[in-house]
């Protein structure tokens, strides 16, 4: 089985490559992130078309996740259990169109979109390492109830784990995705025996998933990486490859990311 992640920065403006991209590269499963559309603006006819439930949550023009299936698609959840809320001052607070968990050929995936964090003083910095810690929480509570669970934690994580994971760590001092606070709430999920399974299988250095839309940011190769797949001890023993597409970064009408890609041999059969 193929399962990918992808941020596609509006579902309808990229449709024709997203779709593209499952034809081309056999994908059975993919969590897609910033939708940018409420659930009814979902396009799912036009992945129906191409063979893919669809389980989508999103409520306004901004975040927005989604998991389209060709192999099943059940026990979808629209959010995890203690998932925190926000607001802005002033405005009650609210749940977040930013994690959606679905079960799919055996596979429990979840596409998750974790906060930006805006700046090191802003609200959303907060609210962004309570969401990691939440996160991490319910995962840990999901595996301990069924320790042979296959589970795949995967999305943007916001966060640049390891110096090498930019193209110039020194140009995001004193900004947000390489503060010591979210790189210890990132890495405490491999604390909690969860494996970042692209680690495994891809270069350390210069394997970047993102790149800015300005000054000239791709051609000159100055990327994050900050896509990952976070996997149980079951799953991690299933994925034989990994791989970054990097050529949907190029030519007109690209997302700013790129699709991760997990090859995952088949697991036991029913128990």
Known sequence: MRIATWNVNSVRTR???????????????????????????????????????????????????????????????TSFGGQPLFGKEGVDPALEARALGATCGGVRVWSLYVPHGRTLTDPHYAYKLE??????????????AEPD????????????????????VSAFEGHTHVSAPEREAFEAFAASGFTEVTREHLPAERTYTYWDYQQLAFPRDKGLRIDFAYASKALAARVTGVTIDRDERRGKGASDHVPVVLDVAAGPGPR
């Open 131 to 144: 969401w990691l810690a939440a996160l991490r929480a319910r995962a840990q509570e999901w595996v301990a």
């Open 15 to 77: 449709l024709p490559r997203v779709l593209a991209f499952l034809e081309r590269s056999g994908t059975d499963v993919l969590a897609i992130q910033e939708t940018k559309c409420r659930a009814d603006q979902f396009p799912t006819e036009a992945f129906a078309a191409a063979g893919y439930e669809v389980a989508v949550t999103g409520y306004h023009q901004w975040n927005g996740v989604a998991v389209v299936s060709r192999v099943g698609l059940e026990d979808v959840e």
């Open 149 to 168: 669970l296959p589970l795949g934690l995967l999305g943007d994580w916001n966060v640049i784990p390891r110096d090498t994971d930019v193209w110039d």
